[in-house]
């Protein structure tokens, strides 16, 4: 996944080092992103989604008629969550993953294959902040709320990656290293 999302940055011009914007992507993938408050649907579902419910849809990656996709995502969201939703939705699109025309079974449960979730979550979170962005802001101490700040995540995906990539343990066993030698 690094390799990969090394590469799909590289696609929109970035280094590991810069902030990624996931509608940059998307858009080269040709894929359209729409608010969730900009389609139609009925105001008691908007409102459900938007407002007594909101952490119940976040977004969605959707197979139109015509062959393409479009990501659906809840405008009522913090831009942070925003952009970890797209990265995510774009990640499946970037990793092929095909889909279902169908986003519920018959009992209502949304459909999703655990292994692509978790390549997506891997993924866009390589997208997002990158390893070896990571690692660098660790052996330079920065704090979780200013590695969120710096690549426009929220402070607990900033916490996840700078942990998920073992970043904070490397800089830690070289800062011992150092002090033994």
Not at 60 to 87: F, K, M, Y
Not at 154 to 171: C, L, P, V, Y
């Amino acid at each position: 996944m690094k390799r990969l999302a090394l590469e799909l940055r590289r696609e929109v011009d970035l280094t590991p080092y810069d902030r990624f914007d996931p509608l940059v992507l998307a858009e080269l993938y040709g894929v359209e992103v729409i608010r969730l408050s900009e389609i139609e649907c009925s105001p008691a579902a908007l409102r459900h989604f938007q407002l007594a419910r909101p952490e119940r849809f976040s977004g969605a990656l959707v197979p139109q008629s015509d062959g393409s996709t479009v990501i659906i995502e809840n405008d009522s969201h913090e831009p942070e969550r925003r952009v970890s939703t797209a990265s995510h939705e774009v990640a499946h699109v970037a990793l092929e993953h095909p889909f279902a025309a169908t986003l519920t079974d018959t009992k209502g449960c949304r459909v999703s294959i655990a292994e692509h979730e978790a390549e997506a979550a891997e993924l866009s979170g390589e997208l997002l902040l990158p390893t070896d962005a990571a690692k660098r802001l660790a052996f330079n101490k920065v704090s979780d709320a200013d590695v969120a700040r710096r690549f426009g995540i929220s402070i607990q995906f900033a916490r996840w990656r700078m942990n998920a990539t073992g970043a904070r343990k490397i800089a830690a066993r070289a800062a011992v290293k150092r002090r033994a030698t």
